[in-house]
Structures are given as structure tokens and as C-alpha cells.
């Protein structure tokens, strides 16, 4: 099934909410692990890049955070094309994955590599990463909100000059609201 999923994530036409019910066709006690999932559904989002966050939220939702490879999260972690909500839930899903790995571990030896796996995918760390990324959005929207003002601006004084030159061209459309 999951194979299928591979084959059919380029298609262009392919809506999200019949992606979605592919993926879940499967129960999830059925898969071992969710990487081919994941793979497909990255391809998925690749193709149809235009999706909005809600629908690539949607989509996402068939993603068992918890099934997927170390590989396949490192992977995640890094990938553009999927929503920093469903990041952050993946980390906090592999959090969860390795307190429990902690707990269960009673050899002093596989208990030194779990912490050190754990290091490696520090939430704090990840956080730190996505508060900075939001604080680059915003900054590049308050940058936009000026270019844009300024604009408006010009189109009135534009405006206001053919106004007063009683001319009979057509207007120039508002291009900022």
C-alpha cells in the first residue's frame, strides 16, 4: 500500500483529502514503520507546494511521528515542504519516543547511547531554531507592510496629480490594501 502511495503522490490532480484516505486505508497497527509513508507524503507536498498550511496540516495528520526512523526524522526535521507545526510535533513525538526508550533501558551502556541520541535532538535546541525562523518571518513581513504602505502612498500622490490634471485616463488599481 505504501508503495502505492509513492506512485500516486505526483500526481498533480490528486486532492488532499483522497491522499489523505490512502494513507489512512492502512490501519496503523499494520505498518512497523512509517517511512515510505513519510516519503510519499514529502513527495506529496513537494508536487503540490500551492497547498495551504491547513491542508498540508491535514495531510500530515496520517503521519505516525513515532513510527519514523532516525533517518527519516533527521529528514524531516530539515524539510521545508512540511508545515513547523508538524515539525515541532514530530520532535515532541521523539521526545516522547526517547524519554520512554530512557525508561526502559536498564543497561548502563545502551542508556549512555539512548542520552546521547537524546542530546542530539534536544527540543530546546529545536525550538530555538523555529522561534528564530519565525522572528526572520515576521521581520520579513513587517518589511513587506513598509514597501507596501510606501506604495500606497505614491499611488494616492499618483492619483491626486491626474485628479488635479483633469485627465480622462483611467484610474490605476489599488495594488496593497
Known amino acids: 500500500m505504501d508503495l502505492y502511495l509513492a506512485e500516486v503522490a505526483p500526481d498533480p490532480h490528486l486532492k488532499p483529502s483522497t491522499f489523505l484516505a490512502l494513507i489512512t486505508a492502512l490501519p496503523e497497527s ?14 506529496y507536498l513537494e508536487v503540490h507546494s500551492g497547498l495551504s498550511d491547513e491542508q498540508k496540516m491535514k495531510v500530515c495528520s496520517g503521519l505516525n511521528y513515532e513510527k519514523l526512523s532516525p533517518e527519516a526524522f533527521d529528514h524531516l526535521a530539515q524539510n521545508a515542504n512540511f508545515p513547523s507545526i508538524s515539525t515541532a510535533q514530530a520532535l515532541v513525538s521523539q521526545q516522547r519516543k526517547l524519554k520512554s526508550l530512557l525508561q526502559d533501558a536498564n543497561e548502563g551502556e545502551s542508556s549512555k547511547q539512548i542520552v546521547l541520541y537524546a542530546k542530539k535532538f534536544s527540543l530546546s535546541d529545536e525550538n530555538e531554531k523555529l522561534k528564530a525562523h519565525l522572528q526572520g518571518m515576521q521581520w520579513r513581513v513587517l518589511e513587506l507592510e513598509k514597501v507596501c504602505s510606501k506604495m500606497q502612498i505614491q499611488m494616492t500622490k499618483m492619483m491626486k496629480s491626474r485628479m488635479s490634471s483633469h485627465s480622462t485616463a483611467k484610474s490605476v488599481p489599488r495594488l496593497c490594501s
Open 30 to 43: 499494520a505498518r512497523d514503520s512509517c517511512d515510505r509513508v513519510y516519503r510519499a507524503m514529502s513527495l
